[in-house]
């Protein structure tokens, strides 16, 4: 994964500032790996990685040079890469970074970083030594300065499929603010949960999902050393978050893209075969056959206008600080996509969320109506996912997510016309009838009864009675400011995250009249 799809830019002339691991004992495993210290200039290697399809490749390097850290320690090795297949694919790609390098059949490292707009048969690898160093659990960092390099931060490509255009749109927004460059890709079919074994190998091109199933979020990169159910990658950071749990899957190379910026490849995930536990800056450690903690998301879409039924399922990891905007975009596009349009109508929207938290089931069922109906009837789940990840009693582990719906285009909204009431008098304790008149959208006027029971303690004199909708949403949408309201939590008289919920849950829904009064007039006489 190599910029314009995961390589790093770098510029040979300015200083650089490497995160880069001390040294420490680790296990090496079985295959033979090259001393850093005696890489020369003029030695000649090769390295390993797919072009096309599944079908590991060999192609030639050429060592230049080292390029030293301020210790003479971690240094990064400049290469050419040689060969037919490295001409025929417009030289580095994009997908590239992890692929194995080997001097005297020995194990040097990994390719890391490119140029843009430049030579594209020259990169840059990471020693493999700063790789193994991932593997121990108590590893140190320090920064390192060196004189050569300077690295260039670019946005983390990712490729997006399985989406229509309007999700992606949406989701390469959310994934902005992550750090993350999203690129559509043609549909490239579901990715299952079924476990592949032994698939991969040093040079296998793999693809790390953040999204598996009916819509996929990876990122192509290459495998640099395995050890057991151990193994290694990309040769630098997918996005530095540390510890990290990803699906990893096999990828499938579908073509390498020639361009004059840089090459890139287009790949689809193909086999699960385990899981990302480390993003590191000199590269991601994954394991095979364990499946990352994830929450699946099972989305079932009733098109009331065209009497169609669509199904999607797709899981996220669930110790992902991007889940949340992974389903709301994977939500948002499953609604587009089963009633193929985008505008205005009428949602029956059911939620059911299974938890860890001590509240086994979270349930909300809601009437929403919209000119954006699919973005307006996520309004819910939107809340409650930032309920579940922001509050800050208790973390929340998400086991499900159900969302059922039933849409139309009806315009399903009434206007209040006018409140009567039964009695012109009552005396505290007493039940008072009102009769809500309603005007249908281009249609009949109803009426709608409402009893109301006077507070026991309520002084003599005028009550002021409103009625309102249950939502001051429901049918044009919020301005931006009443947004960011409605997403803010209110800790107001909670002590728990339980209680946070019971408030949200105890709102009145869309298609609900409610009666208020102003306590403040109580005590004023007649």
């Known amino acids: 994964m190599l910029t314009r799809a995961g390589f790093r830019r770098v510029t040979y002339w300015v200083a650089v500032i490497f995160l880069l691991i001390l040294a420490a004992p680790v296990t090496w ?42 210790f003479g320690k971690n240094k990064l090795i400049l290469v050419r890469l040689l060969g037919k297949s490295v001409e025929e694919n417009g030289g580095l790609s994009a997908g590239m970074s992890g692929s194995p390098i080997y001097l005297d059949d020995c194990l040097a490292g990994a390719i890391s970083y490119g140029f843009e707009n430049a030579d594209s048969t020259l990169a840059l690898v990471t020693p493999i030594n700063s790789m193994l160093q991932l593997l121990n659990e108590n590893q140190k960092v320090v920064y390192l300065t060196g004189y050569k390099l300077k690295a260039v931060p670019v946005a983390t490509p990712v490729m997006v499929s399985g989406m229509k255009q309007r999700g992606f749109e949406l989701m390469a ?99 699960l075969i385990g899981r990302i536990i480390q993003d590191r800056q000199s590269g991601i450690v994954g394991r095979l056959e364990e499946t990352p903690a994830f929450i699946p998301v099972q989305i079932n879409i009733k098109d009331n206008d065209r009497n169609l039924t669509k199904k999607s399922t797709f899981y996220v990891p669930s110790g992902e600080q991007v889940f949340h905007d992974l389903i709301i975009s994977g939500v948002t596009d499953a609604i587009d996509q089963a009633i193929d349009r985008v505008g205005a109508g009428s949602a029956k929207v059911n939620l059911k969320i299974e938890t860890s938290g001590g509240q086994d089931q979270i349930i909300r069922d809601n009437l929403f109506y919209n000119k954006d109906i699919a973005v307006a009837s996520i309004k819910d789940l939107d809340y409650l996912l930032t309920l579940i990840h922001d509050n800050d009693y208790s973390p929340i582990i998400m086991k ?75 049918a044009g949408g919020f301005d931006d400011d009443a947004k960011k309201d409605a997403f803010k939590l209110d800790y107001k008289g909670t002590l728990s995250f339980q209680d946070l919920l019971a408030n949200f849950l105890a709102q009145p829904k869309n298609n609900e009249l409610v009666l208020e009064y102003d306590p403040t007039n109580e005590a004023k006489s007649a």
């Open 173 to 271: 927004e959310r994934l902005k603010k992550y750090g993350f460059q999203a690129v559509f890709v043609p549909n490239a079919g579901v990715s299952s949960l079924e476990m592949g074994k032994g698939l991969i190998k040093p040079g296998s091109a793999i693809a790390v999902l953040m999204s598996a199933g009916d819509y996929q979020v990876s990122a192509i990169g290459t495998v640099t050393w395995r050890d057991g159910k151990d193994f290694l990658a990309f040769g630098h950071a997918y996005n530095n978050r540390g510890k990290v749990d990803y699906f990893a899957y096999q990828a499938n190379i579908l073509q390498t893209v020639k361009s004059s910026q840089m090459s890139f490849k287009l790949g689809a995930p193909l086999k």
């Open 29 to 70: 495993g079985a295959e033979k790996t090259f001393p850093l210290d005696k890489v020369k200039p003029g030695m000649n290697g090769y390295g390993y990685t797919v072009f096309s399809g599944t079908k590991i490749e060999k192609f030639k390097v050429k060592v230049i040079a080292t390029v030293d850290g301020s």
């Open 400 to 474: 499900g997510i159900s969302v059922n719906m039933e849409l139309d285009s009806e315009h399903t909204t009434a206007r209040i016309v006018k409140i009567v009431s039964e009695s012109a008098k009552a005396k505290p304790g007493d039940t008072v009838r009102f009769n809500v008149l309603l005007h249908k959208y281009r249609g009949d006027d109803i009426t709608v009864p409402i009893e109301f029971k006077l507070p026991v303690g309520i002084k003599s004199g005028k009550l002021t009675v409103t009625v309102c909708g249950g939502s001051r949403e429901a």
